[in-house]
């Protein structure tokens, strides 16, 4: 099993710019998330999908859209790229939304938004 | 609003010198408390999930314990491929669904020889 994987691992963009950040999940995971990693600032939800076809915002869900594609798929994305979009950007899935299940995360998308 | 503080923000061991680190949080009601470690440029991987106060797990080197207000994360003999960033996040009741996690900014330790 791959586990959590995201695409792409590194990514510059210009201000503006859009881009759409892809996670997929092999473990038939209910539940799957968007965090944003900054230094000193810990882990931040920004959005998540308690299951397939729902979504709901986190902690800080402006200036991002995500789609559910299917049970499998959780995409982000940046419709005009701002600098403070700067991050780490991290996917998880968990089993389910009804205990407290862990998340499993990705490897991470590294973005820089000049 | 639901907290999470852990300390030191760094720690330096010798390998062999045991020591713990302090997650301290702040939730209306715990339904879970989790440990993570992260390599550099890695994703956070998980070791533990805690439920009640008084619960303890054991992996390798590593102890978790949990109070009504605190955890510990216990490191006995440490090796250097213990060297590694460790997260404590906190699953609040009720959650409202979708199982949202509070994280602390995590203790960086290095372990050397």
């Known amino acids: 099993n791959a586990g959590v994987t995201q695409t792409p691992k590194f990514q510059v963009l210009k201000t503006g710019q859009s881009m759409t950040l892809q996670c997929a999940q092999d473990?038939?995971?209910?539940?799957m998330y968007w965090y944003r990693q900054d230094p000193g600032m810990g882990l931040r939800l920004i959005y998540y999908?308690?299951?397939?076809?729902?979504?709901d915002k986190g902690e800080v869900p402006n200036g991002y859209n995500v789609s559910r594609l299917n049970k499998r798929e959780f995409s982000l994305r940046l419709e005009s790229a701002a600098p403070s979009q700067t991050s780490v950007y991290f996917c998880?899935?968990?089993?389910?939304?009804?205990?407290?299940?862990?998340?499993?995360f990705g490897p991470g998308t590294r973005l820089t938004v000049l | 609003e639901d907290q999470v503080t852990q300390s030191p923000e760094a720690l330096r061991l010798q390998e062999g010198e045991s020591s713990s680190l302090n997650c301290s949080y702040t939730?209306?009601?715990?339904?879970?408390l989790f440990w993570y470690r992260q390599d550099p440029g890695k994703g956070p991987e998980f070791l533990f999930t805690l439920y009640s106060a008084g619960e303890e797990k054991e992996k390798e080197r590593l102890k978790a314990t949990l109070t009504k207000k605190e955890s510990f994360l216990h490191i006995t003999a440490p090796k250097p491929e213990d060297s590694a960033t460790y997260l404590c996040?906190?699953?609040?009741?009720?959650?409202?669904?979708?199982?949202?996690?509070?994280f602390g900014t995590g203790t960086q330790l290095k372990v050397e020889l």
């Open positions: 998880a899935s968990s089993e389910s939304p009804a205990w407290a299940f862990e998340q499993y």
């Open positions: 939730v209306s009601g715990l339904r879970g």
């Open positions: 999908s308690a299951s397939e076809g729902t979504t």
């Open positions: 996040a906190v699953q609040a009741i009720p959650t409202g669904g979708g199982n949202k996690l509070t």
């Open positions: 473990m038939n995971h209910n539940s």
